[in-house]
């Protein structure tokens, strides 16, 4: 009898895995992440190791101030999650947030003298998962009237430019090598595999205003057109047009504005 009740356990347990295992090789559904939180990257290479509470970095902040390329190429932060390894001292130095986040620049620096001895720490502006922060940048405010869009965070980034509601810098003073401005590329069709799905009309504008031609060439696609092969599975899985789209950029659920050729 206790025999028979191990094995019933163990058999509820393993088809419970396998269920679970189908269920996420499938695909299915998850749950919607809310507006706010849509883009922002938790990064925890080595906070909670020094008793800190891991970095919430909010995407949807610094691209209203900033191109992606400032970031990802002038800076030198990689384009995956957590990958770059920054450190409070590199941040000190000047490195990295503290391209930015220093006491000579713009944005609040970690430590800020206030009068002659009066210092504030301003570390859980960022280290502040887990905890019930109370920021002065809320994403409702600032985004009231931003033009909408359907997923994501719901914000029509490209319209908010085009409309003059946000003004991104593409170069920071001291950081950013000056260079001449290249010829933007024309735009291509990328037939579509599937029957009654129209063609995705790539714009090489759009993309180059935001990111230049360092982010995607040539660590994600070849500069060659055609060369780099790739698959919409491999998108949904985070590579290539994945390593924005649906982690920052709009996400692939939003099929119709991609494949946008009219048949």
Known sequence: ???????????????????IAFAQA???KRKRVSAQDYG????NN??????????????WLHRTKYTCRV???DIGFSMKAAETGVRCDDIKKGFYCGSCHHEDKDSFPPLEKKGFSGEIKNCDRCHSYGKNVKFENEFNKITAKFPRERFGNGIDWEKAENEGIIKLKNEIQGITIKRKPLENQKDFGIE?????IPAIIYSHKKHTVWNGCEVCHPDIFSA??????Y???DIFDGKFCGQCHGIVAFPNDDCQRCHTEQV
Do not use: D, R, Y
């Open 231 to 233: 698959s919409m599975e």
């Open 40 to 43: 922002n990257v938790v990064i």
């Open 71 to 73: 970031c990802h190429v």
């Open 1 to 19: 009898m206790k025999k028979t009740i191990w094995l019933l356990s163990v058999t509820i347990v393993v088809l419970i895995a396998l269920s």
């Open 192 to 196: 579509s595999k599937i029957t009654g």
């Open 46 to 59: 080595f906070s909670e190791k020094n008793n800190v509470a891991p970095v919430v970095f909010k995407h």
């Open 26 to 28: 499938k695909g299915v």
């Open 224 to 229: 060659k057109k055609g060369k780099t092969q």
